[in-house]
């Protein structure tokens, strides 16, 4: 299995939309199994956590984007989930991932890994100048949250 498809209505999903309704037609079924499904939730919602507390301590960061490996081992809770940040303060230094593990008692209960590029290297990465590891992709965009300063 290599991809992920709403198995309502057919509409192909990152490993990160696999655990919520499905933005087509709000489906919850998917063509992989349930246990594989509750990772990827969990995984995802790690990664959003992750994305609003450094969106909190790194005013520079624009935007952040999920990274996703293949399913075989996005599925896997030993897989670290993956960050790429867009940070205006930082120098340009191509894609270099950089390991963290768990931090279970703040919430990141997987492994992580982000890579911190410039925003003209971001948009190298979208026009596939700038390669990403081997079978990463791009996946989906986190929200920015839109009152930092309300402690929340
Ligand atoms: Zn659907």
Known sequence: MTTINCAKCGTPLTPGQAGDPCPNCGGL????????RAV???KA????????????IEPG???????????AFEALPDTPIKLLEVNENTVPSGVMP????????SGVPFPSVIVEVT??????????ELKLPDGWSLGEELPKPSD???GG
Request: positive net charge; proline residues 4%; without cysteine.
């Open 98 to 105: 950089i390991h963290f593990g768990r931090v279970p008692g």
């Open 40 to 42: 990827l939730h969990d």
């Open 119 to 128: 925003p003209e290297e971001f948009e190298k990465i979208k026009t596939a």
């Open 45 to 56: 919602k790690a990664a959003r956590d992750l994305a609003r507390r450094h969106f909190q």
């Open 148 to 150: 930092l300063d309300g």
């Open 29 to 36: 079924d998917r063509n992989i199994s349930a246990q594989d």
């Open 61 to 71: 960061i624009t935007r952040i984007t999920t990274l996703w490996a293949a399913l």
